[in-house]
């Protein structure tokens, strides 16, 4: 193993701030950058912001008109002054453009002579489409293009795992929602009444909707070609006929949970001089993105340039294709930039949403709370197209018994087609929907052998060298007992809250209010699975800037709001000892960095960027062997700088030097069809809660009061920014435990509003105690296991342990409604 | 329509009436700095001030600003190339930014609220920022940060 | 095209809204502009009411407050929490603070919404909306100005001028069910005064049914069961009796936000609950 040299002291988790550097030192910085711009011309307007905007004039072709794209509309580099490597927490380097305001998101960009987009969709969930007349809609002054599915001059399906998804609908209609034509127009006001104003004929049918029912013989089926049965992840393991004397079963729910990130499905795209098109967009993988619009367009990936604007929030609602080939249709149309922004309500239809789930479990025990087996069925509905839903089912099959050693299991998790909304990935991804069966069955088992319910957990927990239900060996560090230990003995809340439940609205002095605490813990993989081949790729470029080394990171990694964009720096900053570090905007001109998602890009592009590092190191070393001049420090013992600065001069005298690496980790394995055995995974993560709770068990109102959790994440990179993580996931657990719900009648989406589809707000949230374990997984960079999507998955069922606990209620569904406590 | 933004008389032309003040600001103002997250005013990421009273500008019809005095967040940046002010300086040490998203309303809601009640306990400064969604920090850091500035010391 | 109508004066105010009946009124915007935002209207004018000082003013009219349609709930909750507790109350559950500043009581009366927090109150202490036309103007107890789930008595050339309404003389409650901490659309909500001096009660219920609404025969039953004579702890059964009336007053349905049966329960907590706040601040 090698060892890393620091820089800074380790676990250091202050905060420092910095000025940052003004904008004349970056010239060649900024040459660099316009090196890595897309192709076609854009003459920059003349408005020149602040440090860390690019400057950029190029000349304008003079017999063809020009888009011109507004700085702060075009994506930046962000320069860094980072005082902090790896382990520290320095502030992030577009923070300053966010608290100004001036950071560009998707819904920001701006080009002159743009047009805005806008969608008409179905209002039903299935119908066939009969008829569509564009007259009326083409006729409307300031209308330039009405498009439908016969427009799509390439490949009219897309889709993550199955493309099995129109661009526009053909005949079939298969959500309500889904997108028919498009419209682009002068105003976004013109665009929106001009798609009112076609006619479509539909038959509208009966849409099939119940989960169950469509997994039966007879069933409707949603996808003529396919059966409705989309994937059936069994796991076998040990003997399926094994008994036990305890024996507790339950049946579960989980609604469907929205990812309702704040920043809406936006982006422009500018058609280019090539008969190509350049996409600026807010997506959380660039290549899946540019593959899928240029098939769909039929155009070579070439042509297709996507970069990334500033992205206001995912959770995994951006990895399917939203606006992204109507933009660039309607672009390469009219042959004008368009734009296209998606109020919220077209948002909830926009993107898909955490699937529902019913959850069918049975643990057999022998009397001290041992498990002797685990039997569970998972549905998930889908919804009408396919999505990641196979990737869900296997999470949800794979880690649907929890984090303990069972040595039977008998699970079947299937994933189905329905005309409900569609479905796909979520923070958690599949992960969430089983924490909340299995830890409410742990529960359930703790009550039955009259355990207390950190005991049970605690008496089979998982630990290294277990083998998973997959037969996957658990290596590395799995400190599930030791999370468990952790949010057990920390204090109990205070008596006393800031509000009691209903908050102001005055509906207790404290009349009915009982407090009851629950626990939960789970268990998530990080990276992607069963054979996936994954990589990201880094390309880190070396220069000398006024003298002293200057370094240029350029990934098509997307900063979602996790702060990706540091951790890059704090990596350049501990590997080579740099301090100026410009991260340049993330585009398709680099290779793919994979997806933001699976808590994966600080391991993936994490670990390309110090690939990329290190092997600029060992080019470096040779050039100054080469000039007579070795290091004066080896390699492995580092406790300075990497070079002085008459070094890094003499290095970087010749010229720059850049390094591009496409990085992998271990591979890893498909799951058998029969018995799901398989090591499909790339590394596992643990998180514990413990949830406090005021309950009005009269009227059925909850305030929780605290939330204590304890997350392993082997090495806190940013130590500020996993805390972020942490709290701002378990946030997303609590929404799903108490309030958060698509509710869907007949196929129909009843509350696509925050009016009635309610975020925990900051009186829901309370104060959150972290506790952070840093236990090196020995095969990951710097030992770091992934953060995000842990925090999710035991948080929403230690919520509902803690109401249990006050209120007795059986609670078998999330989210929690006042009726359920009541028992109204 | 004219109406002072951020100090500065600013007139836009060919306002349709039913349009929001957000939207003037945004797509005809070139302030993009106040956001569209929601456009009901139940997320409070488009909120700037309107004669001295924090709104949701999603909500003011442009006509209703006319003549008025906006301050959005860019105004309270004092311009591109100041030192950001002390609420926008505690968001950044306190790393109460994620994607950004809720920053600029939040900005305004936590200047709003310090400016009435300089030393906020944490319940008031919970009920004072209610109308602000942040769905990826789950307000802790957000927390922090107002403490800080409240503290004079960001 | 839509236009902006922009009236410096009540008495401008007024004439614009004869001459164009269509016209929308708008003042905080916290329900018209969600509309226009959303595309649900699209309406061939816009009154706005913000530039009409007459509305934002409020004052004493001999026994009673009259309070401009146009008056914020922060300015409600700010300058009327004394005379005014209940309203003030109820203002305080409403939206989040950038929407109390811009939403009006009048907004809140126009729109006619069952679950408008305002509505309750105004029915506990038996307020009086001022409704003025050029033709004149006429008051209608808030009891009778409601028809319909946003429906009401105003007339198309109509605007809401003021509520009137006696400052309180007696404690007042108001509490909410909603289904988060902050920020929600009533699932239920009930409102109380009570009137030691004529030894009555007020209520309001609200988002249980088609339109705010009394329960009278609740108010008829504490009315005569309360021990106005030699005020002492209140009798749990009493109070619990009270909850049941004023739940079976209701006339609640299943929605997004909940169900009839809990909202039916909810209004007996609450109705309970608030009539024990009441008597023990009275006792005080």
Known sequence: MTTIPFTEPLGTA????????????????????????????????????????????????????????????????????????????????????????????????????????????????????????????????????????????????????????????????????????????????????????????????????????????????????????????????????????????????????????????????????????????????????????????GLPQEKVRLTLAGVGGAFGAREDLSMQVHACLLA????????????????????????????????????????????????????????????????????????????????????????????????????????????????????????????????????????????????????????????????????????????????TRGEGVVRGVGYAIGIKNVCFSEGFDDFATARVRLELVGGRPAALVHTAAAEVGQGLVTVQAQIVRTELGVEQVTIAPADTSVGSAGSSSASRQTYMTGGAVRAACLALRARLAARLTALGRAPSTSDNDKKGPFLSAEEWVGALEAGALEETVEWRHRPTHALDPETGQGDAHVQYAFAAHRATVDVDVELGLVKVVEIATAQDVGKAVNPQAVAGQIQGGTAQGLGLALMEEIQVVDGMVRNPSFTDYLLPTIMDMPPMRLDVLELADPHSPYGLRGVGEPPTISSTPAVVAAIRAATGAALTRVPVRPEHIVGA | MTCTVNGVPRTADDVWEGESLLYVLRERLGLPGSKNACEQGECGSCTVYLDGTAVCSCLVAAGQAVGREVVTVEGLSGGPDAEPGPVQRAFLAAGAVQCGFCTPGLIVAVDDLLSRNPHPTDPQIREALAGNLCRCTGYEKIMEAVRLAAGGQA | MMDFLTPVTWADALAVKADRPEAVPVAGGTDVMVELNFHRRRPAALLDLTRVPELAAWGRDGDVLRVG????????????????????????????????????????????????????????????????????????????????????????????????????????????????????????????????????????????????????????????????????????????????????????????????????????????????????????
């Open chain 3, 69 to 284: 349609a146009g008056v914020s709930y922060t300015r409600l909750i700010e300058e009327l929490g004394g005379l005014l507790p209940g309203l003030a109350a109820a203002s305080r559950t409403v939206g989040s603070p950038q929407i109390r500043n811009r939403g009006t009581l009048g907004g809140n009366l126009g729109s006619a919404s069952p679950a408008g927090d305002g509505h309750p109150p105004l029915l506990a202490a038996g307020a009086v909306v001022e409704l003025a036309s050029v033709r004149g103007t006429r008051e209608v107890p808030v009891a009778d100005f409601f028809t319909g789930p946003k429906r009401s008595v105003l007339a198309p050339d109509e605007l809401i001028a003021a509520v009137l309404v006696a400052p309180a003389d007696g404690p007042e409650q108001f509490a909410k069910i909603g289904t988060r901490n902050a920020m929600v659309i009533a699932v239920s909500s009930f409102a109380l005064a009570l009137h030691p001096g004529r030894r009555s009660v007020g209520t309001g219920i609200g988002s249980a049914a088609p339109t705010p609404r009394r329960a009278p025969e609740a108010e008829e039953f504490a009315a005569a069961h309360l021990p106005w004579d030699g005020p002492g702890p209140l009798d749990p059964d009493l109070a619990r009796r009270f909850g049941e009336l004023v739940s079976a007053a209701a006339a609640p349905i299943d929605d997004v936000r909940g169900t009839a049966a809990y909202r039916r329960h909810s209004l007996s907590v609450l109705a309970r609950r608030t009539l024990t706040w009441a008597w023990e601040e009275l006792c005080e």
């Open chain 1, 14 to 297: 202050g905060s420092c701030a910095f000025s940052v550097a003004g904008t004349t030192e970056n010239a060649q910085d900024i040459e660099s950058l316009a090196g890595a711009a897309p192709a076609g011309p854009a003459r920059i307007a003349d408005r020149v912001r602040r440090s860390g905007q690019v400057a950029q004039v190029r000349p304008a072709d003079a017999t063809r008109p020009t888009a011109q794209v507004r700085v702060g509309a075009r994506p930046t580099g962000l320069d860094v002054r980072v005082g902090g490597g790896v382990g520290s927490s320095p502030q992030r380097p577009d923070g300053r453009l966010k608290v100004s305001g001036e950071f560009a998101f998707s819904s920001d960009l701006w080009a002159d002579d743009m047009l805005w987009g806008a969608t008409l969709r179905s209002p039903y969930p299935r119908a066939k489409l009969t008829g569509l007349d564009l007259t009326a809609a083409v006729a409307l002054p300031g209308v330039y293009a009405v498009l439908t599915a016969q427009d799509v001059p390439g490949r009219r399906v897309y889709g993550l795992e199955h493309a099995d998804q129109p661009v526009l609908a053909g005949t079939e209609i298969r959500y309500q929602g889904e997108p028919i034509a498009i419209v682009a127009a002068d105003h976004p006001e013109t665009a929106r009444r001009a798609a009112s104003l076609i006619k479509a004929d539909y038959e509208v049918l009966a849409p099939v909707t119940d989960p169950d029912a469509a997994l039966l013989p007879g069933s409707d089926r949603v996808h003529a070609d396919r059966p409705n049965l989309l994937r059936h992840v069994p796991i076998r393991k040990g003997d399926p006929a094994a008994t036990a004397p305890v024996v507790v079963t339950g049946e579960y729910q989980v609604g469907m949970q929205d990812q309702a990130f704040l920043g809406p499905e936006s982006g422009l795209a500018v058609p280019a001089e090539d008969g190509g098109v350049d996409l600026y967009i807010a997506t959380q993988w660039l290549h899946v993105d540019q593959q899928q619009v240029a098939a769909c367009l």
């Open chain 1, 332 to 507: 390469l149309r009219t042959g004008r930039p368009v734009k296209m922004v998606y109020g919220r309500e077209e948002s909830f239809f926009g993107h898909v949403h955490r699937h529902p789930a019913r959850l069918r479990y049975e643990h057999g025990a022998d009397r001290d709370g041992r498990l002797v087996y685990v039997k569970a069925s998972i549905v998930l509905d889908g919804g009408a197209y396919a999505s990641s839903t196979g990737a869900v089912v296997a999470n949800a099959a794979t880690l649907g018994i929890g984090p303990y050693d069972v040595p039977n299991v008998v699970m079947d998790a299937y994933g189905l087609y329905t005309n409900n909304p569609p479905c796909g990935a979520m923070r958690g991804f599949g992960a969430v929907q089983a924490c909340f069966a299995y830890e409410s069955q742990m529960d359930r088992l703790a009550a039955a052998v009259g355990l207390d319910p950190v005991e049970v957990r605690l008496r089979n927990a998982l630990t290294t060298g277990d083998r998973m239900p997959t037969g996957q060996l658990v290596e590395g560090p799995a400190p599930v007992a030791e999370l468990l230990r952790l949010v057990r003995e920390r204090p109990q809340a205070p008596a006393g809250a800031d509000f009691p439940p209903g908050g102001t609205a005055n509906t």
